[in-house]
């Protein structure tokens, strides 16, 4: 689309009823970021110099979209301003690989928590859990920041925290990606990050259409609660950003190693596993606390009723995530979040909480608080135990915490014994020796994965208003 045809809509100031999504500015934008893509390389420059005609066109159209809607974001006009002046940078420099960093330094969401306000984001980027080509990419965001999370902010403090709700993306976006991180984008240098965010519409829609015929195919009689949340996105979208920023902010606290995450270390994938599972359950612990503390008073303002109540619905959402489909999401290939959706159902099942007979599904409700925070409790004291230990030594014991609960391949080396040459060398030898699927799929859940295949292959893309 050339710049005379985009009709005035995205020049219109911030009160004019059209919606961002709806003005021919963004559709505009839209159509030269993915006519873009078509001609980038893999590190997001325009590497055919036949090609720079018509990219020199589409960059000039997403610069006056920019400055066209840019009224309509006022929160975000340095960071606009910026991003015009990369995009230009980028063309008069001949479209080499993409440096965004001016832009991206200006561009602070986290400034901006409030319920409803939204986001124009274009960035060269690739996309977690999607591509790995650095392509230009544009979404419309809006925050997702009700009251009663603002106050628990407060208590469980995560400045960096940001949560979305998608409104309309380019393809990059059209997968199973979740979130969006400044690490991303194409930049010369690596600023300190400064937020970092998740579309919990998209988490809460996976949530309901994957628990919904997970539910149905094993005769599950859900609880009140996640009833309520398959018959309300915004409801469970709430209960997922509770969730989350106690998650994220869990990732740096407690007794831990050195470092949990080990974003930078080459190492055995069942260790992310633990991670992601002690923030996820430490989150279900702090939402049972927070429960119980609420449900205890006398009384309570309209905000501490609603945190209440997600509080409880929180619960239910880590819970039936992580063993409806991150368990059975994705390749075996080295599949860290299944792996602790595994762990947690049969940690549960050996515990007597969880029960499959008769082909049907059930819980003792009344006993999976205990048995999750027993699980969490676990996991804590393995950290706890890590720091007067050796990298290996700790690697070794999380090894044998999770097949002391998951059965391992009968083929592998590290169940049978890692030999002295393995045990005695560099630590490459400890990862090369872990098997792609070092811990396969129970029968149970082999049977659930032919039937929810299709369903959660169905997810990818998805948004609130598709579930």
């Known amino acids: 689309m050339s710049l005379s045809q985009i009709d005035q809509y995205g020049a219109s100031p911030v009160t004019r009823d059209t919606a961002v999504e709806d003005t021919a500015a963004w559709h505009a934008l839209k159509d030269a970021a993915i006519a873009l893509q078509d001609i980038q390389a893999q590190d997001g420059s325009v590497p055919d110099t036949e090609d720079h005609g018509d990219a020199r066109v589409y960059v000039e159209t997403i610069v006056e979209s920019l400055r066209m809607l840019s009224p309509r974001f006022p929160h975000d006009a340095q960071y606009l301003a910026a991003n015009a002046h990369d995009f230009e940078r980028w063309a008069d420099s001949g479209f080499g690989v993409p440096d965004f960093y001016d832009s991206l330094v200006a561009f602070q969401p986290q400034l901006h928590r409030e319920d409803g306000i939204r986001h124009l984001i274009v960035f060269p980027m690739y996309t977690q859990n999607g591509s790995r080509d650095r392509h230009v990419e544009a979404l419309l965001v809006e925050v997702i920041w009700p009251e009663f999370i603002a106050r628990l902010e407060t ?81 469970a979208e709430k209960a997922f950003v509770m969730w989350d920023i106690i998650h994220d902010r869990t990732h740096m606290r407690g007794d831990l190693p050195f470092d949990p995450f080990m974003i930078k270390q080459r190492m055995p994938y069942f260790l992310y596993s633990l991670e992601e599972l002690r923030c996820d359950l430490t989150a279900f612990r702090e939402c049972v606390r927070i429960e119980r503390r609420l449900s205890a008073a006398e009384s309570l303002t309209e905000a501490e009723a609603e945190t209440l109540d997600h509080a409880h619905l929180a619960q239910y959402a880590v819970l039936f995530d992580r063993i409806f489909r991150f368990a059975i999401t994705g390749s075996r290939v080295r599949n860290y979040d299944a792996l602790g959706g595994q762990l947690l159902f049969a940690w549960l099942h050996q515990r007597g909480v969880l029960h499959w007979t008769d082909t049907a599904l059930a819980f003792d409700w009344a006993e999976v608080p205990g048995a999750v925070v027993e699980l969490a409790d676990r996991i804590d004291r393995l950290y706890w135990e890590s720091i007067d230990r050796p990298k290996i030594a700790h690697w070794l014991a999380a090894y044998d915490l999770v097949r002391s609960v998951i059965a391992p391949h009968p083929a592998s080396r590290w169940a049978r014994g890692l030999p002295d040459e393995v045990l005695a060398g560099p630590v490459s030898g400890f990862t090369d020796a872990i098997l792609d699927d070092e811990f396969p799929l129970s029968m149970f859940y082999e049977a659930l994965e032919r039937k929810m295949q299709p369903v959660i292959g169905s997810t990818s893309g998805i948004r609130g208003t598709d579930a």
Request: glycine residues 4%.
């Open 155 to 235: 208590e469980y403090s995560n400045r960096l925290f940001v949560s979305l709700r998608l409104i309309d993306f380019t393809p990059g976006y059209d997968t199973n990606s979740a979130v969006l991180f400044p690490e991303t984008v194409a930049m010369r240098e690596i600023p300190t990050f400064t937020w970092g965010a998740i579309f919990q519409d998209r988490e809460a829609a996976r949530f309901r259409r994957v628990v919904r015929a997970a539910a149905e195919f094993t005769k599950l009689d859900v609880p009140t609660g996640v009833s309520r949340m398959l018959a309300d996105q915004d409801l």
